[in-house]
């Protein structure tokens, strides 16, 4: 078993990888700033492995904080989470996200050089395919950011490919992550941002919950069955999962790797709203709004790179995501 370091551990896919690591045997140590996660995130870990959680408090900028991370543990591999990630906020402010997203990365990936640690797993996303020329997106799909966010992580991937041209000690996993949803089974941990929600199903969350009064549907004339936009939501314990093949991989195997991480079945807004109110016993209020700038009809992953080459299979489906999600939702707000 490795020990392995997570940026960004506290956060909603980052703890979910945390819990599913130390089921396999991993030694993790978190480390994270909390501008985007709650403190308590720690004791529940703790609380659902029942162990003690190693974590440090700080940032991936500060190279002074990750010379003294790397210099107290011997890691054979990061998970690098620690990010930010709404599409609509790089549009407004680029140049932090180029600096936390990208920035940030080269400076961990220095300290880990400077460390003689060479395996790292980065969370990438589908978003780096932009508009689909053919769907399912494949691996070699062409790519094409949009949004500044996207963008910052086709640089970061960049980064990894020249590394590894330049120093072939690399080794790592770039994984694209399709729609995350739903929530850890113990309902302990799950996503709850602070502001009003940019994605999906945490607004639905919110309206079952009654902290927002409806959901808006971003346009009914798309292309698709119902003429709402269609995705490929990805239970985020399946997507932990597959952080802990990638990193195994890169481990056992010192094999690098570029993969969607993805179910392979689209669902329309539609779907998901009548999933979630399944799931929580009650109609949920929404209204038809216009498109929102820059959203695609429809998009969904080729799984079949993640099967062949990590064993990976997304086993739970929507009714899992919305039940996990629910279960989470509503005894965190007391519902
Ligand atoms: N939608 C609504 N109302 C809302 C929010 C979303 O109708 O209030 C619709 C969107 O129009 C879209 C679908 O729900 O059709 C999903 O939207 P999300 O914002 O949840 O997800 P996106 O597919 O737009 O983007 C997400 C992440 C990105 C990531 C991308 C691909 O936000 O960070 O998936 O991985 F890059």
Same mark, same amino acid.
């Given at each position: 078993?490795?020990?392995?370091?997570? /940026?960004?551990?506290?956060?909603?896919?980052?703890?979910?990888?945390?819990?599913?690591?130390? !089921?396999?045997?991993?030694?993790?140590?978190?480390?994270?700033?909390?501008?985007?996660?709650?403190?308590?995130?720690?004791?529940?870990?703790?609380?659902?492995?029942?162990? #003690? $959680?190693?974590?440090?408090?700080?940032?991936?900028?500060?190279?002074?904080?990750?010379? /003294?991370?790397?210099?107290?543990?011997?890691?054979?591999?990061?998970?690098?989470?620690?990010?930010?990630?709404?599409?609509?906020?790089?549009?407004?402010?680029?140049?932090?996200?180029?600096?936390?997203?990208?920035?940030?990365?080269?400076?961990?990936?220095?300290?880990?050089?400077?460390?003689?640690?060479?395996? $790292?797993?980065?969370?990438?996303? !589908?978003?780096?395919?932009?508009?689909?020329?053919?769907?399912?997106? *494949?691996?070699?799909?062409?790519?094409? #950011?949009?949004?500044?966010?996207?963008?910052?992580?086709? *640089?970061?991937?960049?980064?990894?490919?020249?590394?590894?041209? !330049?120093?072939?000690?690399?080794?790592?996993?770039?994984?694209?992550?399709?729609?995350? !949803?739903?929530?850890?089974?113990?309902?302990?941990?799950?996503?709850?941002?602070?502001?009003?929600?940019?994605?999906? @199903?945490?607004?639905?969350?919110?309206?079952?919950?009654?902290?927002?009064?409806?959901? *808006?549907?971003?346009?009914?004339?798309?292309?698709?069955?119902?003429? /709402?936009?269609?995705?490929?939501?990805?239970?985020?314990?399946?997507?932990?999962?597959?952080?802990?093949?990638?990193?195994?991989?890169?481990?056992?195997?010192?094999? *690098?790797?570029?993969?969607?991480?993805?179910?392979?079945?689209?669902?329309?807004?539609?779907?998901?709203?009548?999933?979630?109110?399944?799931?929580?016993?009650?109609?949920?209020?929404?209204?038809?709004?216009?498109?929102?700038?820059?959203?695609?009809?429809?998009?969904?992953?080729?799984?079949?790179?993640?099967?062949?080459?990590?064993?990976?299979?997304?086993?739970?489906?929507?009714?899992? @995501?919305?039940? /996990?999600?629910?279960?989470?939702?509503?005894?965190?707000?007391?519902?």
């Amino acid at each position: 078993m490795g020990k392995i370091l997570l /940026t960004g551990g506290a956060g909603y896919i980052g703890s979910h990888t945390y819990v599913e690591l130390k !089921a396999a045997g991993h030694e993790v140590v978190i480390i994270d700033n909390f501008s985007n996660a709650r403190k308590d995130v720690i004791d529940r870990l703790a609380q659902i492995t029942d162990s #003690p $959680v190693l974590v440090h408090e700080g940032d991936v900028l500060d190279k002074a904080f990750l010379a /003294t991370v790397f210099a107290s543990h011997d890691f054979d591999a990061v998970i690098h989470f620690a990010a930010k990630k709404a599409v609509g906020e790089s549009v407004e402010k680029p140049l932090e996200y180029f600096e936390t997203n990208c920035t940030g990365f080269s400076t961990l990936l220095m300290a880990m050089k400077e460390a003689g640690v060479f395996r $790292v797993v980065f969370s990438s996303t !589908a978003t780096v395919y932009g508009e689909p020329l053919s769907l399912p997106y *494949t691996e070699d799909h062409r790519i094409a #950011p949009v949004s500044p966010y996207a963008q910052s992580k086709v *640089t970061c991937e960049t980064l990894l490919k020249h590394l590894k041209e !330049a120093d072939d000690r690399w080794t790592y996993g770039v994984l694209r992550y399709f729609n995350p !949803a739903g929530a850890h089974d113990s309902a302990l941990i799950g996503e709850d941002p602070n502001d009003i929600p940019n994605n999906l @199903m945490p607004y639905i969350a919110k309206v079952a919950t009654g902290e927002l009064p409806q959901l *808006t549907v971003f346009g009914d004339d798309y292309n698709t069955p119902d003429g /709402t936009g269609v995705r490929d939501y990805i239970h985020v314990v399946d997507l932990a999962q597959g952080h802990v093949q990638s990193v195994d991989k890169l481990i056992y195997d010192n094999s *690098t790797h570029i993969l969607n991480l993805g179910t392979g079945t689209g669902y329309s807004v539609f779907d998901m709203l009548r999933a979630y109110e399944k799931a929580c016993q009650k109609p949920l209020a929404y209204t038809v709004g216009p498109r929102r700038a820059g959203d695609i009809d429809c998009f969904y992953a080729d799984p079949a790179s993640a099967r062949e080459i990590l064993g990976f299979e997304a086993r739970r489906g929507l009714d899992d @995501m919305c039940r /996990t999600s629910w279960n989470w939702v509503s005894r965190l707000r007391n519902v």
